[in-house]
């Protein structure tokens, strides 16, 4: 569930902004889903992504990599670096929205005590908690016209897959 303001969300899923940046360094891996939560003022889960690969960078380098890709302009992005020497930037493929977004209140009813993170935590399958949710994303896709197989094979990878919830700080 990768929180992100609402600019920014809109432009990974208009494909815009193919590189998630941040400053600590996620355990990811080439595809893992990350799921993504849009900030104040939506308070929703809309959709969510595949991880390509994560670059590690100092952030001039990152900068020459991702300029074109990031949605931000260069004053932003050295906003944002400020003070940090290295950089990550999630790579992301296959961006796709929820049908029916699921609202902070809907995210809290199946999870109680549920809150956005911060930085980033991860959802594990079967744990306390994030099994509804990652079920009832499943069910959305299914509900929202996805391939039978394709949502069968979504939700085959869960018990093995690091679906991750990220907040994007700031950007």
Do not use: N
């Amino acid at each position: 569930m990768l929180s992100v303001r609402p600019e920014h969300a809109d432009k990974i899923f208009s494909g815009v902004k193919t590189v998630e940046l941040r400053r600590l360094c996620p355990k990811l891996a080439k595809g893992d889903l990350v799921l993504v939560y849009v900030s104040s003022p939506i308070k929703s889960l809309v959709g969510g992504f595949r991880v390509d690969k994560v670059l590690a960078e100092r952030p001039q380098s990152l900068w020459a990599k991702v300029q074109f890709q990031s949605g931000l302009t260069r004053e932003e992005f050295d906003l944002y670096y400020l003070g940090a020497r290295i950089g990550y930037g999630i790579v992301i493929s296959e961006a796709w929205r929820l049908p029916k977004p699921l609202s902070l209140y809907h995210l809290k009813a199946l999870w109680p005590g549920f809150r956005p993170p911060q930085s980033y935590c991860y959802l594990v399958p079967g744990k306390a908690g994030a099994q509804p949710v990652l079920e009832c994303v499943a069910r959305s896709l299914a509900a929202g016209g996805w391939d039978v197989d394709e949502v069968k094979l979504w939700a085959s990878l869960l018990p093995s897959a690091r679906t991750q919830v990220l907040k994007s700080a700031g950007v």
